[in-house]
């Protein structure tokens, strides 16, 4: 059964920020009634240039997070996608591990190279190479399966060395929350997922995004993975309403498994309503 879930890259709505507690609340609870699986913010400081002015609001994606797992009861939160540049990788597990408790069992982490230069060098966060970026991008996710695992020793990596690798409490969901890494890439992103993770998230078109499936495929075969572990997930900017149908079954087509829609007027309660309603029955029934 495909599975869809909803991103809130804006917040700048009409009275921000003074409402915005009010307007997420209602974001989320419509969300979880309409029958969205996910709900997914951007782990960014600015506002992104393809959206808007980078002095837009942005709410710092963890701490939103954690407030939305004490407004709702089922839908499973996440980050699309966190830089692994922002936090130290083990910091980061234990927000995620908290959330996840907190929440019952519904994080997931989301986890990518980071790309947004200027939200670096405006904030003073170190920004290395690409290369770099990808080095720390694969030791931050085996810190985060070793801190899940009952593997409490060291670790050493290029980029990153702990001594101890406690997690406690562990995460609520067993054997750990999912791991997702975010990014199209090719010849690094799509291997380091068929290495380690449990769910993809690539967008475009679907013959790009069925390309990205296929190159996934193989680069699952020459690890000895089963293509079928990962969860594969897209991300979509798309119309409200019955718009969306047409442009959603296409992905799935492509081989969608959870589709992520984005770019949608989420403070009005009736575009959300509307996907419970008329988006998701039609979708079902293929």
């Not at 966190?82 to 927000?95: D, I």
């Not at 101890?164 to 995460?171: A, D």
Request: hydrophobic share 40%; net charge negative.
């Amino acid at each position: 059964m495909v599975k869809f879930g909803l991103q809130v890259p804006w917040f700048s709505w009409a009275g921000s920020p003074d409402n915005d507690r009010r307007v997420l609340v209602d974001v989320a609870r419509a969300a979880e009634d309409a029958g969205f699986h996910s709900l997914w913010v951007m782990d960014h400081f600015f506002q992104l240039p393809m959206i808007g002015e980078a002095e837009l609001d942005m709410l710092e994606g963890y701490t939103t997070l954690a407030y939305l797992a004490g407004v709702t009861e089922r839908i499973a939160l996440g980050t699309l996608v966190t830089g692994v540049t922002y936090r130290h990788p083990a910091v980061l597990v234990k927000q995620v591990t908290t959330l996840d408790v907190l929440s019952g069992g519904r994080a997931w982490l989301g986890i990518g190279a980071a790309w947004f230069e200027r939200e670096h060098r405006g904030l003073g966060v170190p920004f290395p190479p690409l290369r770099e970026r990808f080095e720390r991008l694969e030791e931050a996710v085996q810190i985060a399966m070793q801190m899940w695992s009952d593997d409490n020793g060291p670790f050493k990596g290029k980029h990153y060395t702990l001594s101890e690798t406690i997690c406690s409490p562990p995460p609520a969901q067993r054997p750990r929350p999912p791991i997702m890494i975010g990014g199209g890439g090719e010849r690094r992103t799509l291997k380091l997922v068929a290495q380690y993770a449990d769910a993809c998230n690539v967008s475009g078109n679907a013959q790009e995004i069925a390309h990205k499936f296929e190159v996934l495929r193989r680069h699952c075969d020459d690890v000895g993975r089963d293509y079928d572990e990962i969860e594969r997930t897209v991300l979509t900017i798309t119309p409200p309403g019955e718009a969306a149908i047409d442009p959603a079954r296409t992905l799935i087509e492509a081989g969608a498994q959870h589709v992520i829609f984005s770019g949608l007027p989420v403070h009005k309660p009736e575009v959300l309503a509307s996907f419970g309603t008329d988006v998701f029955p039609a979708l079902d029934e293929g």
